[in-house]
Structures are given as structure tokens and as C-alpha cells.
């Protein structure tokens, strides 16, 4: 199946692909094993920097050994390839979209959020021609509204209202562009907060869905630090992507600390980041419970 026919079915039947980011083999392989156990779709993506440390083309060509891998193992369950869809996440220029385009990504999110909206919208129509011309079954993502925050932990980040995704602004950004996916601003935000309350406007995403119809898939970025009945009200209310990434980070991170404390003296780089797998893993099947994708391949 192709991306488009397992987002069409998390529209109708109310799930969402999980989106989880990687950098390094350690993620990679904790997400697509995640994958392969719950016989679930997922997306892994690269953000600008992520691709910078890992490259292109080395995540591109990772993707696809690790594909190539799994599928061997499980048979012919899998149909020849398990779907792990590589996206080129909050790409910020023209020409990295081009460059995640030509590695063979399967997806890129076109990000010109922070720019006007006449400007936002020219970039990302023209970043869908390109991506179009090279490739007719690739995902095209785009952005609108303004999602605060990084990917990590942090104290306060305060939400403007006019940040938000406008429902009719919406409509026209999708039409016009020829976008795939839709990344609106919700009340969302990127990395997880430790001293104010995230809280989602799930009215808006209903008003957002229902603007830009069901060929349109909306995609929850900052899913890291959100709870299970914000998660499932915004898939009844029309997303069909979430995103989760500094969860991840922060278990890595966390379980990197404990081996080196417990192991002081090994030098192995593998034996010192073997625990991180499965550290990460825990996080990754937790949220493909949430969000309701087990079972869907």
C-alpha cells in the first residue's frame, strides 16, 4: 500500500501514523522495530539539523537497508517492503526541499510558516511543482500558522493567537498549493514544557479538517508531552500524523546516562548505546497504542 491509501483509511476509520525522528542508527532501528512488532505504518523523519549530522543521503540510504532488512524477516507478510515512509521534516529552504527530493525521500515538509502567507504559500506551491515533477507519488507537507518552541525541554512557551491557523486561510493555502498534508498551529508547540500547560484547540482542528476536506491530511506536530485524551480528541477531530520527537530524545538521552554511570570504563561505542534501543522503544509503542495504528498492515 502507498502512503496515500493508508492515510485515506486513518481518515475514515479515526487513527493516525505515528511520525518519530531520528539521527542516528540507535533511533532508526528502535522506531522501525516498533513498527514491525505492531504491524503498523509509521513515518521517520529528518529535521534540517538531523540531516546535517546524519545526511541525506545516508539517511535515505539507511531507510532502505532497513527496509530491505525487516522485510527478509518477516516474509511475505510485509508484501516486499514494510512502510516506513521517510520524510524530509520542517525543511526551510527551496533548495533542501530539492535535496530531500532528489535523495529519494518519500515525503518533505515544505516549513515557510514563518513568512507572510502570499510568500509562504508561493514557496510551498512551488516546492510541490518541483517535488511533483521528480517524483507523483511523493508526500508534500506544508505549513501554516506558527508552531513555538524546539525540540527539547523547556520551561515556558507562550502561544499568541495570532499564531493560529486560520480555517478559511487554511482552505485557500491548501487549494492553491497543491499540498498533501497540512501542519496547522493548534495550540501546539515543538519540545515539551515543564512549567505551563499545552493545551490543543480541538475545535480548530475540526474547523481546519472540515476547510480543507478529507483529501487533505492534517499533521500534529509536538506531540511529545501531550496526554492520551489530547492525543485520541485530536484524531476523532481530523488528524491523521502525529509527531513525536523530544520524548524520544529524552529517553536516549536518559538511558546513554544510566550506561555510562553503570559502565565507566567500556569504550564500545555499541556496548555503551545498546540500552538506548530499547529505552526508545518504550516511548514509540506507548504512543502507536495511542494512537491506534497496531494491526494496520
Not at 502567507?117 to 512551488?126: S, Y
Request: proline content about 3%; glycine content about 8%.
Amino acid at each position: 500500500m502507498a502512503i496515500k491509501d493508508y492515510l485515506k483509511d486513518a481518515v475514515v476509520n479515526k487513527w493516525a501514523l505515528g511520525h518519530f525522528n531520528f539521527s542516528e542508527d540507535e533511533a532508526l532501528r528502535a522506531i522501525v522495530e516498533s513498527a514491525v512488532e505492531f504491524k503498523t505504518p509509521v513515518f521517520v523523519g529528518t529535521s534540517e539539523g538531523e540531516r546535517k549530522h546524519i545526511g541525506v543521503k545516508e539517511a535515505a540510504a539507511l531507510v532502505k537497508a532497513f527496509r530491505e532488512e525487516f522485510s527478509a524477516k518477516g516474509g511475505s507478510a510485509f508484501g516486499g517492503g514494510i512502510p516506513v515512509f521517510l520524510n524530509a521534516d520542517h525543511t526551510k529552504t527551496f533548495e533542501g526541499v530539492k535535496e530531500a527530493v532528489d535523495a529519494g525521500y518519500d515525503a518533505v515538509l515544505a516549513d515557510f510558516s514563518a513568512l507572510p502567507f502570499e510568500e509562504n504559500l508561493k514557496l510551498t506551491k512551488q516546492s510541490v511543482e518541483y517535488a511533483k515533477s521528480k517524483n507523483p507519488g511523493i508526500i508534500v507537507e506544508g505549513e501554516l500558522g506558527y508552531v513555538r518552541g524546539d525540540s527539547k525541554l523547556q520551561k515556558v512557551v507562550e502561544i499568541n493567537p495570532e499564531d493560529l491557523t486560520k480555517p478559511e486561510e487554511a482552505a485557500r493555502f491548501a487549494r492553491e498549493t497543491g499540498i498533501d498534508m497540512l501542519a496547522p498551529a493548534v495550540g501546539n508547540i515543538h519540545g515539551i514544557v515543564t512549567e505551563s500547560e499545552e493545551k490543543i484547540d480541538i475545535a480548530r482542528i475540526a474547523e481546519i479538517k472540515k476547510a480543507v476536506g478529507n483529501d487533505i491530511y492534517l499533521v500534529l506536530h509536538g506531540g511529545s508531552g501531550l496526554s492520551e485524551a489530547d492525543f485520541k480528541s485530536a484524531i476523532e477531530a481530523g488528524v491523521s500524523v502525529v509527531h513525536i520527537n523530544t520524548e524520544i530524545r529524552v529517553a536516549f538521552t536518559e538511558a546513554l546516562k544510566e550506561s555510562l554511570a553503570k559502565i565507566p570504563d567500556e569504550t564500545t561505542p555499541y556496548k555503551i548505546l545498546a540500552p538506548t534501543v530499547g529505552a526508545m522503544k518504550k516511548v514509540i509503542e506507548e504512543k502507536l497504542k495511542i494512537f491506534g495504528s497496531v494491526n494496520k498492515i
